[in-house]
């Protein structure tokens, strides 16, 4: 029994340095974990598109607002803006996108990426000026890939269409041997190639006087697709890191106030029991910035808040234990109450830490039910007390039981 707990206190020891290690910012494998933050910490863009839906049944206009917000969501992403977040907002007949963009201060050309539809058409061009579209467009396209000219050296983007994108371009480009193929975006010809034999297998290039930025914009544009309606930007703003830095400052400074005032409350009402809490507490606060970084969670000031919310229910589930084995001491020896006060105490720790979880569920929303409406900051906050709350439940009863098991007598 004693070696089982030595081993199992040796492997609490092994992951709480292990943690630590990744919480103070060391490299892994030599990759480096940082920690993410919120647009309200870092500073960015904060972006108000409002949508275009007055021609629209009101039958079709909720779908067409929730492709509206995938096709921007997903052009953001392939952008490479990490942790973005966009929301529909819909207030007194008007619909509108709301696209926060941290670590971005310089907003237009993210604006102008998105803002652009992308509608991808190949059309023949017939005489000098006569343009005739073809019934080949971005709805038939499998990806796109920014690429290299072999001959030019030149940025340009490769496409590859799906099964019947390729029957259709395989007869387009059969009956337009020797003639320029049209490629247009948006009404603009970009490209038009001369078509020099058939093209069998659905791949083309799309070849012109871009630059790198270019062409990864016009991939990023034909992976998302085309935007269902039109939208104008209505607000832009732009946060700055300042103002977060300061809210960061002051919330630590909150946070280890509060970890020693409840620290030092363990300590003076449970005596050597509060020293095993507080260094379950100080496990929990490691393995909690650890994950922080490893999942990554993206910080921000009602994250924060879920935080040192979450510290209190890790300490709640100790005091449960110790009232209880105050009781249970007065009957039997010291061994066999610990484990009864573990047993006993564990289904109010259980009922009270489900009912929490539960409701940061709904907060989070991570199954998108429509007719819950979530902000980007309250997914933030569920997200962090609901982690908070897992690893309170293995600190306070994992952790604190093996200590209590080995060193109090």
């Given at each position: ?66 492709s ?16 973005s ?30 803002g ?70 948006d ?8 078509v ?47 103002l ?75 005091i ?36 929490t ?43 604190s ?9």
């Amino acid at each position: 029994m004693k070696k089982n707990l030595l081993v199992k206190t040796i492997l609490i020891l092994l992951l709480v340095l292990a943690c630590g290690y990744i919480s103070l910012g060391y490299p892994i494998f030599g990759k480096k974990f940082e920690l993410q933050l919120g647009l309200d910490l870092s500073g960015g863009s904060h972006l108000v598109f409002e949508a275009d839906t007055e021609n629209l049944e009101s039958s079709k206009k909720e779908k067409a607002l929730s492709s509206l917000r995938n096709v921007i969501e997903k052009r953001v992403n392939l952008f490479g803006v990490s942790e973005s977040n966009v929301t529909t907002s819909s207030f007194e007949g008007k619909d509108r996108i709301i696209v926060e963009l941290p670590g971005i201060n310089d907003p237009k050309e993210a604006t102008n990426l998105i803002g652009q539809t992308a509608q991808l058409l190949f059309a023949e061009i017939v005489g000098e000026n006569q343009i005739v579209p073809t019934n080949l467009t971005g709805a038939d396209l499998k990806s796109a890939d920014t690429t290299f000219d072999q001959n030019s050296g030149k940025p340009s983007v490769s496409i590859e269409f799906n099964e019947e994108g390729s029957k259709k371009f395989e007869e387009i480009t059969g009956k337009t041997i020797g003639k320029p193929l049209a490629i247009i975006l948006d009404n603009n010809i970009i490209s038009a190639p001369v078509v020099n034999e058939k093209i069998i297998g659905g791949k083309a290039q799309i070849s012109g006087n871009f630059t790198v930025d270019e062409a990864k914009k016009l991939e990023v544009q034909l992976n998302a697709g085309a935007l269902p309606i039109p939208v104008k930007l209505v607000e832009e703003k732009t946060i700055g890191a300042t103002l977060g830095a300061d809210s960061v400052n002051k919330s630590i400074k909150a946070g280890v106030i509060g970890l020693v005032m409840v620290s030092l409350f363990m300590i003076l009402i449970y005596g050597r029991y509060g020293l095993v809490a507080d260094f379950a507490l100080l496990t929990f606060g490691v393995i909690t910035f650890a994950l922080y970084k490893l999942i990554p969670v993206t910080l921000t000031l009602p994250g924060i808040a879920g935080f040192l919310l979450s510290v209190g229910m890790a300490v709640d589930s100790n005091i449960l234990i110790f009232e209880r084995l105050k009781e249970e001491i007065k009957l039997r020896p010291f061994a066999s109450a610990l484990e009864i006060s573990f047993g006993r105490a564990w289904d109010s720790i259980r009922d009270a830490n489900v009912a929490t979880l539960v409701t940061a569920f709904i907060l989070a929303n991570p199954l998108d039910w429509s007719f819950l409406h979530v902000s980007g900051p309250v997914r933030g906050f569920a997200i962090t007390l609901a982690l908070g709350i897992a690893i309170s439940l293995f600190t306070g009863i994992v952790v604190s039981r093996n200590l209590l098991r080995l060193f109090v007598k």
